[in-house]
Structures are given as C-alpha cells and as structure tokens.
C-alpha cells in the first residue's frame, strides 16, 4: 500500500507519552511537513512555534487546565515533552482550514517518523489572553493571530487501537 495512505489509516491520537525528548532532526522534519501543508491561495498564513523548554511547557499545560477546568495535577498535553503550537493569520478568509491542513501534516509526519502526536483544543482561546499576546510579541509575532491548536509530540507509552470506522459516511452521486 501507499505509504501516504498507510500513514493516514494507520496513525491514532496518543494520549500517553514517555518523558524522552524527541530528536531535534525528527522535530525540524515534522515542523518542515507543516510548512508545505496547502493554504488557500498559496498564502502560507500560519506560523509553527515549537515549545521545547520544559518550564514554559509545564506554565501553558496549566494554563490549558484552567481555560479547560480540568482539576489541579492533570496534564491537558499527557506528558508529551514537545508542543508545537500552530496559528493562522485572520485576515485570510481561509485561517481555519490553513492551520488545521498544518496540524493534520505534522501528526502524519509524526508518525512516519515513529513520534506519537494529538492535537489538542483551546489553544483559540490560551492566545487570546493578553500573556499569550505578550509572548508572541516577544518573538516578533504581531497582527491578527490566532491559536487553531496544539500538536503534542512525544514517544508513545501506549498503544491504541484503532476505532472501527462508522458506516453511511460516503454518498455518490454518479
């Protein structure tokens, strides 16, 4: 079979993670994937900020936890040591489908590459408030940016099975 189309089948949301840090090259390769997703018009509105940085890893989780109520202790991220944070510039008419055609490349890429990933919500409403502001400010990100989500990355410390897909999906029309 294909190897793009293996990917696609074979790939599964991790929830679960080892605490080893992913290799920087398997990073950049990942990362690279999510640059050449398409993007309405060939505009490349989205931009890819990859957290490494434990401390600043460990502050976003528990902001996520707030935004989300989850109770103290609880890790939003599931241990993955790496987040890259995808955002998508407003002012294109196509910001939602750029950066969730970015997220979904860097999960394909992850696991081609044997890294686990999930994408996680809420990052929409973490890069509204005005920290998050300041902090993309202070790396020079400014303008009408928005978080469309976080892809965790990680060594798997599970192994999920895969769901049955769910049948009437698909309507021809000849």
Same mark, same amino acid.
């Given at each position: 079979m294909n190897t793009v189309l293996e990917a696609i089948k074979n790939r599964r949301s991790i929830r679960?993670?080892?605490?080893? @840090?992913v290799?920087?090259?398997k990073i950049d390769k990942i990362v690279e994937a999510g640059l050449y997703a398409a993007s309405g @018009?060939?505009?490349?509105?989205?931009?890819?900020?990859?957290i490494k940085n434990k401390e600043l890893r460990d502050k976003m989780?528990?902001?996520?936890?707030?935004?989300?109520?989850?109770?103290?202790?609880?890790?939003?991220f599931y241990g993955a040591p790496v987040v890259l944070?995808?955002?998508?510039?407003?002012?294109?008419? =196509?910001?939602?489908?750029?950066?969730?055609?970015?997220m979904g490349n860097l999960m394909l890429a992850a696991h081609a590459l044997g890294?686990?990933?999930c994408w996680i919500h809420r990052a929409k409403e973490a890069f509204d408030l005005p920290e998050y502001k300041k902090f993309l400010e202070s790396l020079g990100i400014t303008g009408n940016w928005v978080g469309i989500g976080y892809?965790?990355?990680?060594? =798997?410390?599970?192994e999920p099975v895969a769901q049955p897909r769910k049948p009437n999906r698909v309507y021809v029309v000849d």
């Open positions: 679960k993670y080892k605490p080893d @840090m290799e920087q090259d @018009m060939n505009r490349q509105a989205t931009k890819i900020i990859v989780s528990a902001e996520k936890r707030k935004i989300d109520g989850w109770q103290d202790g609880l890790d939003p944070v995808v955002l998508a510039n407003t002012e294109q008419v =196509t910001y939602i489908e750029d950066g969730s055609l970015v890294v686990g990933s892809c965790i990355l990680g060594y =798997t410390d599970e």
